[in-house]
């Protein structure tokens, strides 16, 4: 009986020394398709971004492990010579290429309840997709007041509005928040992130209606640079685009990504990912030195 | 005419004959003799009238005969058996106290075993698993930890969930359509360290029972399966300690007689002791956290009719880190997650004997508390559920052929989740908040009889009627149940079960982790109760010669109002949980086989599983049926205990699962924020649990050598490895970069790896 109950320790032991060998899940191939989003701007100027989905798995470290899922890795997901053009109350716009993955174009009429259809043709992959969107109604905020409030250890910005909905249409709103270091990404095309850059987008349904019919909501900020500046912006968009921005928030958080269900984003977007979206917004700058 | 004359005459005089035959009831505790701890499932049978019956829960049995001589055979696997010859001219209270084999290693035939092995043959109960408690402790485990839930996983029909932890999905349930109860108490959170050990101490446990359809109507409350486990009573005839020491936890459980043969107690706690062991050698408080629990039990024989038990179970988990005091942090967290149970009991057998009730008061409390702090400011995150409840049991026997039970349970819930408190500045962000208090109260009645139809069929007829009141509205369901043995030989039948069960709680969590913190919430307006209707049928054999229980069964469950969580769905601290809830539907099927063997020099048992579990949900996966995430196709577990002698034993288990189901992120694709100031990276995943993991397969060994077996302290020592063969075993998935930098894959990797254990075990 020694020997035997040796023996099992000796042989455990001697296994003991290797680690447990991880196990490889081999996963279907990835499908590349053209991954799209609209902006459009005050001035009849509609932006549309044009790229590649690529695998999951795709590398992003270099051959010394540095990370390179970066602004070079990002061009090679530019779709660079496509053909975008809108269409809307009979007339077709052909957008122009702005930097690389970015067409746009600024004689695209902001036409209220306008159907606008969107094509996008790659030669290099002939993949091909389109859209449609409806150009929704501008909002204006009801009301907008601040409040700064200083602390001996921080600055606390208090942000008050409030919207008056439209109580006979289910409406949805997107409320975008961001300072002067955010600039647009044309300005500097997918470059590293500024560390002072501030972004955040909100949504709202009238699910949210007060009594007297209007969405009123409180904010508060840590202001970390008094002498920035704060642009406030609001759209009133389409229940698709409200759905996709749901997900989208929670798809790139990474607490959602860690503790929630795995999100697949809503698309109108033929054979393809992202959202073509029409809205009309209104814009608020706040000088923050000056409140 | 004269035939219908002939026949009319005839009934009459079976009538006649059936109402002047006076019939008279012996009935009484059975019990062990060595410590006076009730016995249930004993079989008591008339071997003249081939007519039997088993004591319940209490120990009581009851038969009524007509009037006559009998012999009473008492029947348990492990004691030597009992013949009583009766005189049955009245009703008649005969006690019986049974004597524990103590020589089995010797091969003594032990008719108990037979009747045993028998009696799941003959009698209607179905898909219905019973352990020994003595199994249960041979099994190898993680850590050297005995415990009765991962025992259970190893049973058909029973999958575990991660690696390791004590979760239990039954015939493709969720872990939250388990109904456990302790003593009668529903015990809302059954693991400790993340689910890795189950919150049972085995040493305070006297019987388990697991019941995964053909549920008996006096079970209801969940969809999958009810687990009943019943705690010791404690040594009623001298006082006696047992315990154990081992690698991370000890046991010590004391008990005895507080007035002898009449009041008894036992107590019997656990703790970790990890924490301290590494603070012996590092001041820095590397692992802070431990666990604890403690069982007591007394319980009073007022009469020879009467008696009353008070049981109690407390436990916690403890999580106690903070920054050192030279830090300027000042940060820390805590927390405390905890069971508490208390159940009175009152047994009462009637004076005609035929009739016999159990009263108990229920109350069980779970409570989480979570804090942190960094300096001026902290957090506090509470969440409880108290449960007060009152329950009725009544078990009438008219005849022998009768075995009638009926009952009601009026339960009230109070959740109170998400309570927050917050200081210093943190709270402009974090408000403090009292959480809502719903208060749910459930009410189910049922009556059941277990019927001998003929000397061949025997069926069990039911019906449960279960309601409950949460805000003003009232959810209301007839549950009925139904089961049929049909006798092929003394030691084969074949059954046919249905249940239909009712479920007003659900657990909320998020599906991606497990943890103590998941929320229970009663049904609403808008969540309505879940329901599952099951069949199941089953041919089941005792090899007398082998002394070997076979049993083989199909089943196929419908479940409905179902619940999952949205795409997305983040649930901390979310009150208004609804929204992210949408509804559906499942259904699971599958064949179970079981082959054990509860005595001799080798026992064990050889369990196989096929089964197929999906969800179809509208809002989920596009609306298209997926295969739930607790769906395993194939399930094999082989325990066995081997004696090798007086001193020694050895016990192995091997288990192999397919692999689970889970969601993948496959591609991804650059998107513009709505502000088009920045870019994201958006996954694409696969459809909903399209992708399989590698099957699972252990290896476990546990040897035992018993360094006293002649003196009244006994002492033996236990080595085991867990993993044995050192195999990942998917508990995480980790997406790795390739060695040739050419990209990534994803791993299935194992948190245990092959893992020592040795304990010490004693008994004076």
Redesign the interface.
Known sequence: MKHVIYSFVILTLVASCTKTKPLIITLPASEQKLAISSVVIPGNILAVSVSYSFSALENSKDSMGNNVFDSTLYQQFLVSHALVTISYNGKTDTLSKLAPGIYASAGVLQLVNANYTLNVYDSATQLRVFANSTMLQKVNFDSLYFEKEKTASDTTLKIHFSVADNLSEENYYMVSYFNSAASPIYNSVFSNPNKNKFVLVELYSDKVVEADGKIKVDKNFFIPDENDTLIIELANISKGYYEFLSAYKKSNQLIYQLLGEPVNLPTNINIGYGYFSTFNPSFKIVDLSKL | MQRFKNSILVLIQLLVLHLGAQNFTVSGYVSDQKDGESLIGVTASCPSLKKGTATNGYGYYALTFPAGTYEIVFNYLGYISQKQTILLDKNIALNVKLIENSNQLKEVVVTGSDSKGKQQVQSTEMAKLNIPIELIRKVPTLFGESDLIKVLQLMPGVKRGVEGTTGMYVRGGGNDENLILLDEAPVYNTGHLLGFFSVFNSNSIKDVSLYKGAFPSQYGGRLSSILDIKMREGNDKKFSAQGSIGIIASNLTIEGPILKDKCSFIISGRRTYLDKVINLFSKQNLFPYYFYDLNAKINYKLSDRDRIYLSSYFGRDVLSASSSGSDSLNAGINSFVGNFTVTARWNHAYKNSKLFHNISLIQSNFKYDISGKVLSNSVLVTSKIQDLGVKADFQYKPTVLHDIKFGALLINHLFRPNVVSTQG?IS??LASREGTKIYNQEVSFYGNDDYDVTTKLKINYGLRLSSTLVTNKLYAGLEPRFAAKYKISENSSVKAGYARMKQYLHLVS????SLPTDLWYPVTKNVKPGSSDQVSAGYYRYLEKKKINLSAEVYYKWLNNLIE??????L?LNDNYESQLVTGKGTSYGFELLLQKNEGKLSGWISYTLAWSNRTFPELNSGRTYYSKFDRRHDFAIVANYT?SKR?SISADWVYSSGAPF????????????????????????S?NA?R??ASHRLD?D?TYKSRIYSKYKGEWH?G?Y??????Q?SR??????TD??????????I???I?SVAYNFQF
Do not use: C
């Open positions: 500045d402009k962000f998020s599906s991606a982790i969580y949205r795409e997305g769905a983040n901390i090798i020694w969601t993948a992120r496959t591609s991804q694709y650059l998107m513009p924020n709505p502000t088009f100031t920045s870019i994201d990276i958006l996954p694409v995943y696969t909903k992708i993991l590698h060994i040897i080595f490895a993993n044995v063969y050192n195999r990942a998917p998935i980790q997406i790795v970069q390739n930098n050419t990209g990534y894959h994803y791993e299935e990797r194992g245990f790896g092959i020592y």
